[in-house]
């Protein structure tokens, strides 16, 4: 697990935005595990302005996580949060990407969809991924085990709550269909990106503790080739 700090979240924005326009050039067919939230916005807009003559007509993206029974129209949804900010501005063709229908009735035959298309592709070059206050990535809360592969999770507390500045107004949350940590641990890189002092205390105890079920973002430590970018906020504690 590799650690470094930028300024701002421009910085990291911008070093995170190269490392994937990179990536791209020398794997055009690349796949790709991408995250929403707040954090990785900035991120994709860098691509958008930096990746002008970047061919990302070959790569495959996926989406990490998705609230269960909240539509792909959604504001909210992790499909509009990446689709809005990076792959409509990129004109990516919607058939080289994929999100989990959360709005399925079986969502088990959804996380088994993206497992095969995960398995097909011999896992995943990247993975991108922001980190929950409870040491949550993607939506595997805390007491999911490593070793899972694609799968329905039971929010926790924080973020059912947190979850709420993602809509304009409440909505039920319950439960999340997400990428398992097995996935990350297959993939070929892996990146944790957080900003912000709110951050700081679960990367201070991501780093000062031991790999454990019970703070999923310790997964990182079992990875041979993971980066943890953060920003100096973030960082006020370590």
């Known amino acids: 697990m590799q650690i470094q700090t930028f300024q701002n979240p421009e910085q990291l924005a911008t070093h995170t935005a190269k490392f994937i326009i990179d990536l791209v050039k020398t794997k055009p067919t690349a796949t790709l595990i991408l995250t929403s939230g707040d ?41 509009f949060i990446v689709e809005e900010n990076l792959l ?11 999100f989990f229908d959360s709005m399925t009735a079986d969502l088990y035959s959804e996380c088994k969809r993206v497992d095969e298309l995960l398995f097909s592709k011999g896992g995943a070059d990247l993975i991108i991924v922001g980190v929950g206050v409870n040491g949550h990535i993607g939506l595997n809360e805390p007491g999911y085990s490593f070793e899972n592969y694609c799968h329905v999770s039971e929010l926790a507390d924080v973020t059912i709550q947190i979850g709420q ?20 641990l297959e993939a070929k890189v892996a990146i944790l990106i957080a900003t912000g002092e709110r951050k700081a205390e679960v990367l201070k105890q991501t780093i000062d503790q031991e790999p454990s079920v019970e703070l999923p973002s310790t997964v990182f430590k079992l990875h041979k080739n993971s980066f943890v970018w953060i920003d100096e906020a973030a960082a006020k504690l370590l």
């Not at 807009?45 to 002008?52: D, G, Q, R, T, Y």
């Open 165 to 184: 500045k993602y809509f304009k107004e409440n909505t039920p949350l319950t439960q999340g269909i997400t990428i398992g940590l097995k996935h990350l």
């Open 88 to 98: 409509k501005p990129l004109s990516i063709n919607p058939k080289q990407y994929t």
């Open 39 to 79: 954090t990785p916005v900035l991120t994709y807009k860098k691509i958008v302005e930096l990746a002008k003559s970047t061919d990302f007509e070959q790569v495959t993206i996926i989406g990490l996580d998705e609230w269960v029974g909240i539509p792909a129209t959604s504001e909210g949804s992790c499909r």
